[in-house]
């Protein structure tokens, strides 16, 4: 067989400079998609699964960037990945580090499109916070994200890339067992909707959590959801990770307009999809994320309204102040007031804590997260529109 043979898959992967066909990419390969890819070019079969265990170890244990890294493979078999894959990972446009700790990445994918990734250091934890997609259609009005248009959906290995990219950073490879781990933690709240993107985010997260890799417990990945009910059930049975919904109304008539999905799916039924939601039990609750906006949801009556909405379900309310955005329309509101409404839900039995802001300083706070390109796109656009009207 050929050393090019062609390999059938459905992932998207960085062009060739010379503006060739873009090799395969081995990272966000499936372990049954990289036995195909293997199977594919030659490998042969009694040789598959050993090839596979080797060259996964290499990848998501060591993080090595080069095939002549992967030593413990023949010259020969090096030479033959290197002809027919590559190993791509999302490429760091800027870093920035927080006066707090936290980096902000932007980083490039396939295209030339940009999306940010956010790593926040904590005393016993690192949570890497990932996109799902390039822009959101969900346009909630609070969201700086949700004003960049949607361009598309991040694929598998982009996902998967920028753990990689943040492991990267961070010196995180190849750490003997045991030791403390930088990135401990997954949340799944950057750019877009994760579950307008199942398949991708479910595979990623699969990888992620590979025992013989990254090795990520299922509890340490949050999935946030603004409320696609029809995939909440589906991503626990699938995923298994623990689930978080961006609620920040107790009425439909406000949620319409802070979350406009709800004028598809309500209140009512997203609450059922997380009671049906699989493994939930109050050592597995569900996360409420809950943004303070003053005068718009922040009422005694909203609190002591949101408290009898999930009654029966094992959550935990996280209330998040409003991280202002130049431009937005609303304010966040005083921390008395979120100390009132914390107050009511705690003394109801739910846990409430506030979240403390971090990387407002460099613009990478809860919904504050948009590719530095497409705010200056705009700038742009704006003077020219300025400009025009004088």
């Known amino acids: 067989m050929p050393a090019t043979a062609p390999i059938t898959q459905d992932f ?28 594919d070019v030659g490998t042969p079969p009694k040789q598959i699964k050993m090839r596979l265990g080797q060259i996964w170890q290499w990848i998501y244990t060591k993080g090595v960037l080069d095939f002549d890294q992967m030593t413990s493979l023949s010259k020969d078999f090096r030479s033959l990945l290197a002809v027919n894959f590559q190993l791509a990972r ?27 990734a956010v790593y926040i250091p904590e005393t016993n934890r690192g949570t890497l916070c990932i996109s799902s997609q390039i822009g959101c259609t969900l346009t909630c009005p609070f969201c700086h994200t949700g004003t960049q248009k949607l361009v598309r959906n991040l694929t598998t290995a982009e996902i998967v890339g920028q753990i990689m990219v943040a492991r990267d950073d961070l010196d995180e490879w190849g750490k003997e067992p045991g030791a403390k781990r930088l990135v401990s933690n997954i949340v799944l709240m950057g750019m877009g909707e994760p579950l307008y993107n199942t398949d991708n985010v479910r595979d990623a997260m699969l990888i992620a959590m590979d025992d013989a890799g990254i090795s990520l417990s299922r509890r340490r990945i949050t999935l946030s959801t603004s409320g696609v009910v029809p995939e909440i059930v589906r991503a626990g049975a699938e995923i298994g990770c623990m689930l978080a919904i961006s609620f920040h109304a107790t009425t439909d008539i406000v949620r319409d307009k802070l979350v406009p999905i709800n004028r598809k799916h309500k209140i009512a039924e997203l609450l059922q999809a997380c009671r049906d939601y699989p493994r939930l039990s109050n050592s597995e609750r569900i996360t409420f994320e809950y943004v303070m906006l003053k005068d718009v949801n ?28 130049p431009g937005s329309p609303y304010e966040r509101s005083s921390w008395e007031r979120i100390e009132a409404f914390a107050e009511i839900v705690n003394n109801a039995g739910y846990a409430s804590p506030v979240r403390t802001p971090r990387g407002e300083d460099i613009m990478a706070a809860c919904g504050q997260l948009k590719s530095a390109t497409e705010r200056a796109r705009k700038s742009r656009a704006t003077i020219a529109k300025e400009i025009e009207g004088e």
């Open 12 to 39: 998207i992967t960085i062009p060739r400079k010379d503006g060739g066909e873009a090799l395969p990419n081995l990272i966000g390969m499936t372990r049954v998609q990289l036995s195909k890819a293997l199977a």
């Open 298 to 325: 922040d009422s005694d009556a909203d609190a002591r309204r949101l408290v009898r909405l999930i009654k029966g379900i094992p959550a935990k309310i996280n209330l998040i102040p409003f991280n202002p955005w």
């Open 90 to 116: 999302p490429e760091i446009v800027t870093r920035q580090i927080s006066t707090d700790g936290t980096r902000k990445y932007l980083l490039r994918i396939a295209g030339g499109h940009e999306v940010e």
